[in-house]
């Protein structure tokens, strides 16, 4: 099996983000997320990080 793929998230606090964020964690062999970036709203932040 292949090394999983790193994946930034750029605007990991919005809708299409936090749904970046569940993918990768539901395939933690396919993918790993190695960055998060937000904007303004960066409390819903916290609790994507493990």
């Known amino acids: 099996m292949s090394e999983p793929r790193t994946v930034t998230v750029l605007g990991s606090t919005g809708s299409i ?12 062999d396919r993918l ?3 960055g998060l970036a937000a904007g303004a709203a960066t409390s819903p932040c916290w609790p994507s990080r493990r």
């Open 32 to 34: 790993r997320i190695t």
């Open 17 to 28: 983000g936090t749904q970046a964020i569940e993918v990768a964690r539901a395939n933690p």
